[in-house]
């Protein structure tokens, strides 16, 4: 039995009374109207995304459903907890494990992890960035099986998306259902912009001189987040910028103005660390900077998200992370890690081929719900084909058990329908504090009864209400 977050035990959740009171005065032709009015809101903003590998690569819009899922204040509370403690120590680990490596010194984590991962950049080593921050900006997946029953799903430490869209829906509901909040005290989400850009701000380099300035690196029009990219840098007032329009000039990054040339503190990079410097990573890349992590490791310039932090994405590292809480914190884990079966290890890769039905198996660099098994909804034919290919490459996944995910209501035109849904808030990093957004980007499956949110994969997104009290 899933569990329902309006209605539990035949009773509307406190949370949402308030919103089902309202929503049964409602006339269902005035909602149905208003999600199209939505849907035609964010066609004409340009709310949209590309999916890689498709054959009609058509911009798509992410479906957006007009029923809010609301959070408690309390239930905030911990999950932000939880998230604060992750990321500090997801930061404490890749400070570790690019300088000192204690953690591996200790063993509890093997060598192998990190000497044979593709995501470790040896050219981080023995250096620390500007405050000590690794993670500027962390999006943590988080699925919900219970009435106080939260796991960490996994943790995006590289470039974390989907924060326009958490923007975007608030400010799509805010517009359609002004009278809500009215009845309702929600927390806001608007100052995360502004609160990102001070961030950043925070974590200027030493060779900063003065007030810094901040520039957002996209890969160009073709990413399929570019709307996100140009969406913050307007949101923060800052230049949006490719590869072509920097350059080093005396030592420092610099792009060119119609004044001549600015220097850049921070960058708030969108490229993939494989692209973002030539002349030390992908020599073919024409996306990235020649020269900037010379630059950057002589402390002229931060890099956000840094180069290599790729490595606490992996979901192989993901198995270990309760034990990486609690070396750096000295802390239990808030929130709990799903049961995780490493098929590197013999026994467990085992284990997994003999109950692939049961299972939902990833690749550990995989994201975007690419690449992955999901075993109850999969045919005979695919859970064989992906038999050989776990027997051929084990150590490229992991294999976890199908969880009971939560459901919150969407509006369909014969009323309220349960969907299964994660959600992703996020977490600012600067040398001085963690500010978490009350709330986060919730993705729906629209199907009934798949357990895929991912946009990619015909998912949708609702907007997170955290109740003020």
């Known amino acids: 039995m899933h569990f329902n977050e309006m209605r539990h ?8 009374d308030i919103y089902r009171r309202w929503f049964e005065t409602q006339d269902s032709d005035r909602l149905a109207q208003k999600s199209r009015e939505a849907e035609a809101f964010f066609r004409r903003t340009g709310i949209t995304f590309n999916v890689y590998g498709q054959s009609d690569a058509e911009e798509r819009l992410i479906p957006f ?10 239930e905030w509370t911990k999950l932000s907890h939880g998230v604060e403690q992750r990321v500090r120590a997801i930061n404490a680990f890749l400070h570790d494990i690019y300088n000192r490596q204690e953690i591996l010194r200790a063993g509890i984590l093997p060598i192998d992890l990190i000497a044979k991962n593709e995501a470790f950049i040896p050219q981080m080593m023995d250096f620390t960035p500007a405050g000590g921050v690794y993670t500027h900006i962390v999006g943590t997946d988080i699925v919900r099986t219970g009435e106080d029953e939260f796991f960490v799903l996994e943790d995006n430490a590289r470039t974390p998306s989907g924060v326009s869209y958490m923007l975007e829906n608030r400010e799509t509901m805010l517009q359609m259902f002004p009278e809500l909040f009215s009845k309702i005290k929600v927390q806001r989400v608007s100052d995360y912009p502004k609160n990102l850009r001070a961030s950043l701000e925070a974590s200027a380099p030493p060779g900063c001189r003065g007030k810094p300035s901040v520039a957002v690196l996209t890969p160009g029009i073709h990413n399929s987040a570019y709307y996100e ?40 990079r969108r490229v993939d660390d494989e692209f973002l410097d030539p002349m030390t990573f992908n020599p073919d890349s024409m ?32 198995s ?77 996944y992991i294999a976890q058990p199908t969880l009971s995910l939560s459901t919150v209501p969407i509006f369909t035109e014969a009323g309220l329908a349960p ?51």
């Open 419 to 469: 969907r299964h849904v994660d959600l992703r808030p996020f977490a600012l990093v600067s040398p001085n504090e963690i500010n978490i957004v009350p709330g986060g980007l919730t993705r729906v499956a629209l199907t009934e009864g798949s357990l895929v949110v991912n946009s990619s994969q015909g998912g949708g997104t609702k907007d997170t209400w955290v109740l003020e009290d």
């Open 65 to 74: 459903d007009i029923v809010p899922r609301i959070l408690s204040a309390r």
């Open 229 to 268: 990219h140009s969406f913050l840098a307007d949101q923060m007032g800052v230049e949006l910028v490719e590869g072509h329009d920097l350059r080093i000039v005396d030592g420092r990054i610099a792009m060119r103005t119609t004044r001549g040339h600015k220097v850049i503190d921070v960058l708030y």
């Open 320 to 396: 270990y992370m309760p034990d990486i809480v609690k070396f750096y914190t000295g802390e239990k884990p808030i929130l709990q890690n799903v049961q995780t079966h490493r098929c590197a290890e013999k026994e467990s890769l085992q284990y997994v081929l003999d109950n692939l039905g049961d299972l939902v198996v990833k690749e550990v660099h995989g994201s975007g719900g690419y690449g992955m098994l999901v075993g109850p909804a999969a045919t005979k034919a695919e859970i064989s084909e992906f038999a050989d290919k776990l027997k051929a490459k084990p150590g490229g």
């Open 287 to 318: 996306l990235g900077v020649p020269g900037i992590m010379d630059v950057y490791r002589a402390g002229n310039i931060t890099i956000a998200n840094a180069p290599g932090t790729g490595v606490a994405d992996d979901k192989a590292i993901y």
């Open 9 to 16: 035990e035949q009773k509307t959740r406190a949370c949402y």
